[in-house]
């Protein structure tokens, strides 16, 4: 298994609990694809039904916002960390 | 906090204690409707959208207007209208609220506007308007079982909680960022919790907090995981305008946007004055503002989009430097519905829009308060904002935090030693 992958509470359902998973995939669109064999259903909650990001879930390869990168393409380097993270309102 | 963790399954049976949060019955979910149980939840388990607070209020019209007008001097008076416990107003907090409506005379004058007023929520006990926002978090946090405050904040949340954790008599743990205002760091520190600065933007350190958030259960991050319950307070913003002005609304409000709650709940709270019967309705327009080193929602409603980018804040506004604003798209609908704007202001603009503020009212406002009257003589300029309509701009933090935004642009007239001679001859007389 090529990166980590950090489940948020709200998917923990998916994975039976566990907070981070490991799954394969060169983009973070592959990983999310990897993920939905081992867990059926968790990619159609990150992806609304046109396969796009919802609006309010934000996915960090290690540091970085993927949609400062190429989003759903954005690379994820072998050993990186995925997380995947509902977006929260601030001050 | 384990039990509360499983109520939106199960409401509680046996004997485990019920959540009473007043009028508040459950949490729904802005994007799909999806409904669950009052507990420490905000993100969606179907769709990620915010979860945000539904009601069943007890009263509505006369009544309840005599139940506010009879209640205290503070954000309590509004308790049958928010996410908060009986008694409330006799628990330990810092009471924020009820600060001055100010009519501002001279600045509309200058600005060439007819009638103008400032909510002046510089007067709250951290010098902000995130005291009210913290006191509804915090009553929410205790009903939900939390031991500890917490958040990540651009400096004046980070003097709220510190506060409102000191006077509850529990721990706080504020995340900012390391680059903060020295201000809003020093005065945090004095509360006496546990401070962190962070190398980052933040962006960065939200979420990290939201990944603490998921590993620290007995954490109440208050604009994380008890998110819903505190964007609420900020509908008392709106609701103290309303009876400020006679239990009536403005036509047209102008208001600072970083994750852009503030904006939302502030339009939420108008609605449910008329809903409630309370005022009578009429329209109004909602005017958003941001300095334009970050403004992804000014750009996204100048491009006609409905998405909001994420960028890097470059600003001396710190308080506003959200470049990945959660409410961002609500802010459209908001601003697009009532027919208003949002439009960003350089810094140089928000550093002179303190001054005119300063000199025209003697009211002395943070960057957030220079953002918000220069986006307002911007909107004047480009015919966005009627000056012939009554207009309440929102002054949502205090000058003496941000004193080095003007630092190198004010200072002493003259510099002179103690005699009446040296007085002469400097030329003041
Ligand atoms: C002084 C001040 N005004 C306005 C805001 C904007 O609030 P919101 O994040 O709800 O848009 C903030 C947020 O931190 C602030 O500190």
């Keep these: 298994m090529s990166v980590t992958v950090r489940i948020p509470t709200v998917l923990r359902t998916y994975t039976g609990g566990q907070a981070t998973v490991d799954a394969d995939g060169a983009t973070v669109a592959d990983v999310l694809a990897d993920l939905d064999t081992r867990f059926p259903g ?30 759903l393409q954005t690379v994820v380097p072998i050993g990186s960390t995925v997380a995947v993270i509902p977006a929260v309102a601030g001050g | 906090m384990t039990t509360s ?11 485990a204690p019920t959540i009473d949060l007043g009028p508040a019955v459950a949490l729904s979910c802005r994007e799909c409707g999806h409904r669950v149980d009052l507990g420490p939840f905000y993100a969606c388990t179907e769709c990620f959208g915010p979860l945000e607070v539904a009601y069943q209020f007890a009263s509505s019209g006369e009544e309840l207007r005599a139940a506010i ?11 049958p209208l928010l996410p908060v416990p009986p008694g409330i107003a006799s628990t330990p907090n810092i009471n924020p609220g009820n600060t001055k409506l100010i009519r501002a005379d001279n600045l509309a004058r200058e600005l060439g506007m007819k009638t103008l007023w400032v909510k002046d929520d510089s007067g709250n006990p951290t010098h902000s308007f995130k005291d009210r926002v913290v006191a509804v978090a915090l009553a929410a946090a205790r009903e939900l079982g939390f031991s500890v405050l917490a958040c990540p904040s651009t400096g004046n949340l980070a003097n709220a909680v510190a506060a409102a954790a000191a006077r509850a008599g529990i721990r706080s743990v504020v995340l900012v ?69 006679g239990w009536r609304l403005p036509k047209q409000v102008v208001i600072p946007i970083a994750s852009g709650a503030q904006l939302v709940k502030i339009d939420k709270g108008f609605t449910e004055l008329v809903e409630l019967g309370l ?39 710190k308080s506003l430097a959200i470049g990945n604003p959660a409410d961002g798209p609500y802010v459209l609908d908001v601003v697009r519905r009532t027919g208003g704007a949002v439009e960003d202001v350089s810094d140089d603009d928000v550093i002179d829009a303190i001054k005119l503020l300063a000199r025209t009212e003697g009211i002395f406002a943070e960057t957030a308060g220079g953002v918000t009257v220069a986006t307002l003589r911007k909107l004047l300029a480009t015919g966005a904002l009627d000056p012939d309509e009554e207009t309440v701009i929102f002054n949502t933090g205090d000058g003496l935090k941000t004193l080095d935004a003007i630092a190198s642009s004010v200072g002493p007239t003259a510099t002179i030693k103690p005699t009446l001679a040296a007085f002469e001859q400097a030329g003041l007389v």
């Design chain 2, 5 to 15: 963790a499983t109520l939106s399954t199960s409401p509680a049976t046996d004997g």
């Design chain 2, 279 to 317: 005022v009578d309705a009429s329209p109004y327009k909602v005017f958003g503002a941001q300095a334009t080193g970050c403004s992804p929602v000014a750009a996204a409603f100048k491009a006609g989009e409905d998405v909001v980018r994420p960028v890097r804040p470059d600003t001396i506004a």
């Design chain 2, 177 to 245: 960022p390391s680059n903060l205002e020295q201000q809003k760091i020093l005065t945090t520190a004095a509360y006496g919790g546990t401070l962190v600065a962070v190398d980052g933007n933040y962006d960065d350190i939200n979420r990290l907090a939201g990944q603490i958030a998921a590993e620290q259960e007995d954490w109440a991050f208050v604009n994380v995981n008890v998110r819903p319950y505190y964007a609420e307070g900020s509908k008392t913003l709106g609701y103290e305008v309303a009876e400020q002005l």
């Design chain 1, 42 to 71: 968790i990619a159609g909650r990150v992806l609304d039904e046109r396969g796009v990001l919802r609006r309010f879930v934000n996915v960090y390869v290690d540091e970085d916002d993927v949609r400062f990168g190429d989003g």
């Design chain 2, 69 to 79: 007008e009879a209640g205290p001097d503070n954000i309590w008076r509004w308790a």
